[in-house]
């Protein structure tokens, strides 16, 4: 079983930056892409960013240029890093990665349990 634990979340300012961490614990072998979505009141969870094992990277278009995703595979932990947050990137924000449990097999889809991120003055 794996477990993915996020961190960071919280209020911020109109304009300010907010890190989220998420840390991935459990039988893993390997990851392959690892993600942040959100999801606000009323709509439907989207991707924010995602990064693969090799470091591509993909970007929700109304975020580009306020958000980085990165991943350091030695802590196995996914970051996104967020700047001139506006109350448009009011959400809970959930991580998700795939992982791999032993070498031949499949991956399989994980889940954090969210952290909330409020911009509001």
């Known amino acids: 079983q794996v477990k993915l634990v996020e961190s960071g979340g919280g209020l911020v300012q109109p304009g300010g930056s907010l890190r989220l961490s998420c840390a991935a614990s459990?039988?893993?072998?390997?990851?392959?892409?690892m993600g942040w979505y959100r999801q606000a009141p009323g709509k439907q969870r989207e991707l924010v960013a995602r990064i693969t094992s090799d470091g591509r990277t993909e970007v929700l278009d109304s975020v580009k240029g306020r958000v980085t995703i990165s991943r350091d595979n030695d802590k196995i932990t996914v970051y996104l890093q967020m700047n001139s947050l506006n109350a448009e990137d009011t959400a809970v924000y959930y991580c998700?990665?795939?992982?791999?449990?032993?070498?031949?097999?499949?991956?399989?889809?994980?889940w954090g349990q969210g952290t909330q991120v409020t911009v509001s003055s």
């Open positions: 998700n990665q795939d992982v791999r449990s032993s070498r031949d097999g499949a991956p399989d889809n994980y």
């Open positions: 459990g039988s893993i072998f390997s990851i392959n892409a």
